[in-house]
């Protein structure tokens, strides 16, 4: 079964700390998307890349930043956590030009908390 | 991007049939209509897509009329399992650029006994 794996779960980080979320697909999908969600907005997408070394800012950049140095592996940086980016963070892939499509598959998340 | 309006919340009951409907009044020539279920505590799963007609998979079935600025997903006989937050999203899956799609906040079904 194909598969989208977030490293952790859940995670408590200190506001000031540098956040590392990664996410890896076993898919060879070009694309990968993070995004993240909270009760009341849905999901917004804070950066994508559709190639390695490749990034596009998403609606809500603003205090992350992402890594693509391999095709499987997209990281989500938070450079200094703050208390506003407790929230669930969302990874995804997807195959440009598929038929039929099968969409986006998304890992199952990472709840971050900073205190 | 073309936006998307769906309702916020639906209930039903067990054995009924479910419609949600989604309005996509700027959809564009190449986009594609897709929709996701959502869980708690899950990352969103694609459900069914489709461009015009009617779509039909294991799932669901999705309705675009000729004029695609709306779409209704179908799922026949809900079960308590059903339960989750639907999303419909447009967006050209063929597209370059990696082909982003913008979420809104979804429709929140609760199927009750």
């Known amino acids: 079964d194909v598969k989208v794996t977030q490293s952790s779960r859940y995670l408590v980080k200190r506001t000031g700390e540098k956040v590392f979320l990664e996410c890896v697909q076993d898919m060879d999908h070009e694309n990968m998307f993070w995004y993240r969600q909270d009760p009341g907005l849905g999901l917004r997408l804070i950066y994508f890349?559709?190639?390695?070394?490749?990034?596009e800012k998403g609606d809500i950049p603003e205090g992350y930043s992402v890594s693509r140095e391999k095709k499987e592996r997209f990281s989500l940086i938070l450079e200094s956590a703050s208390t506003n980016q407790t929230s669930m963070y969302l990874c995804?892939?997807?195959?440009?030009?598929?038929?039929?499509?099968?969409?986006?598959?998304f890992g199952s998340g990472t709840r971050l908390t900073v205190v | 991007l073309a936006k998307t309006t769906q309702p916020i919340s639906m209930d039903s009951y067990e054995g009924q049939e479910v419609n949600i409907t989604c309005s996509h009044n700027n959809i564009a020539t190449n986009d594609y209509i897709t929709w996701y279920q959502q869980f708690p505590s899950q990352g969103p799963r694609f459900i069914i897509q489709g461009y015009k007609t009617k779509v039909t998979n294991e799932v669901a079935s999705l309705f675009i009329p000729a004029d695609r600025k709306s779409s209704t997903l179908s799922l026949p006989r809900v079960s308590l399992s059903d339960t989750a937050v639907y999303y419909c999203l447009v967006g050209d899956p063929n597209g370059g650029g990696g082909n982003k799609l913008t979420f809104g906040t979804g429709t929140q079904l609760k199927v009750e006994l």
């Open positions: 890349s559709y190639d390695v070394k490749m990034k």
């Open positions: 995804a892939s997807s195959l440009t030009g598929q038929e039929p499509s099968r969409g986006y598959t």
